[in-house]
């Protein structure tokens, strides 16, 4: 899978928005951009996907790059529960399984 | 909905002993894998499946076997643990990675430790 690069950790106010970033260069056209989260003693959940166009969901806002380069990740209202280890993977056409790197610790203080 | 499901939740094991992690799906789907997480780390791939009968290595597949009889279960053996192997298993699944959009479901994770 082609490599993605996102900070080791970021820090957010309760009700405030997140932006978590990810940069993947060498993305190629085919590849999908996922994102899970791994709570504390959890296995990781899908949040959510995209191709090219921004992606909208119950959980969270994607917005990719026009040359899809990097992407971001937005949670509207951090919450304590969003606290945990958000993961930017790229999912290849032909590839049978993700390959989660170390993410991003996110952690939320009231 | 129970989704899927692994057991045991912790073990510990000594070095030499065998032991069979568990990981069942209830969502019919056909793909199943096992990654193994160490602390602070990524998941790593260790085997998967496409479907009953048939499995294959994943990113480090060393001191493991697997096993697919069913669409259901999932089983993953250690056969002579080493301390190496202390880590938290998670099985997940997928109903078919042929789409990339498709979505992995983990299951809540194994804690093993092996003294």
């Known amino acids: 899978d082609a490599k993605t690069t996102q900070p080791n950790s970021m820090e957010s106010n309760e009700e405030e928005p997140v932006h978590l970033p990810c940069n993947h260069s060498?993305?190629?056209?085919?590849?999908?951009i996922h994102w899970y989260r791994q709570l504390p003693s959890q296995g990781p959940e899908y949040v959510i996907h995209g191709l090219t166009s921004n992606v909208n969901n119950r959980m969270a806002s994607l917005a990719i790059a026009e040359d899809r380069k990097s992407s971001t990740l937005i949670l509207h209202r951090a919450t304590l529960r969003d606290a945990a280890v958000y993961y930017c993977?790229?999912?290849?056409?032909?590839?049978?399984?993700?390959?989660f790197g170390k993410g991003t610790s996110l952690l939320v203080t009231p | 909905n129970a989704g899927v499901t692994q057991t045991p939740k912790f073990r510990i094991l000594k070095i030499g002993q065998s032991m069979t992690l568990q990981c069942a799906q209830d969502?019919?789907?056909?793909?199943m894998y096992w990654y193994r997480q160490d602390p602070g780390m990524g998941l790593k791939l260790i085997y998967y499946?496409?479907?009953?009968?048939?499995?294959d290595k994943g990113e480090v597949p060393n001191g493991y076997n697997v096993s697919r009889s069913t669409t259901e279960d999932f089983p993953l053996r250690l056969e002579l643990a080493a301390p190496s192997q202390t880590s938290v298993y998670f099985c997940?699944?997928?109903?078919?990675?042929?789409?990339?959009?498709?979505?992995?479901?983990f299951g809540s994770g194994t804690q093993l430790s092996v003294l």
């Open positions: 969502m019919n789907h056909n793909y």
């Open positions: 997940a699944s997928s109903y078919s990675p042929d789409t990339p959009y498709e979505k992995l479901f």
């Open positions: 993977i790229l999912r290849e056409e032909s590839g049978y399984a993700l390959n």
């Open positions: 060498t993305i190629s056209g085919t590849d999908y």
């Open positions: 499946s496409v479907g009953a009968g048939i499995t």
